[in-house]
Nanobody
Framework: VQLQASGGGLVQAGGSLKLSCAAS????????LAWFRQAPGKEREFVAG????????YYADSVKGRFTISIDNARDTVTLQMNSLKSEDTAVYYC?????????????????WGQGTLVTVSS
């Protein structure tokens, strides 16, 4: 399976963006899924996650209440709705999949990665 992230762009602080991660090759059903981000000069960090059977979600404290992760009914696209964006949300955002469905926040437990999409929030 390959992941393709899209939806990044430039937005003003307080605005919204929706990121998408489309799978090709097979559906994502059964995988743990997550979004990570990497700001310039910083480590890649966990943002949001959802694990099969895709009922419960979990978030980094920094985005809780502002971001929402979800997966479509076809189980081939995972999205990240980002509201009330702040300048500190500026980063390259990556989607990732864990075939073991562990619900992890650790990047090394995700073996499948999208190519990243840049989000820039202007203040």
């Amino acid at each position: 399976v390959q992941l393709q992230a899209s939806g990044g762009g430039l937005v003003q602080a307080g605005g919204s963006l929706k990121l998408s991660c489309a799978a090709s090759g097979r559906a994502l059903d059964g995988y743990g899924l997550a979004w990570f981000r990497q700001a310039p000069g910083k480590e890649r960090e966990f943002v949001a996650g959802i694990r099969s059977p895709y009922v419960n979600t979990y978030y980094a404290d920094s985005v809780k209440g502002r971001f929402t992760i979800s997966i479509d009914n076809a189980r081939d696209t995972v999205t990240l709705q980002m509201n009330s964006l702040k300048s500190e949300d500026t980063a390259v955002y990556y989607c990732a999949a864990d075939t073991w469905n562990r619900g992890s926040v650790y990047r090394y437990e995700y073996l499948l990665w999208g190519q990243g999409t840049l989000v820039t929030v202007s203040s």
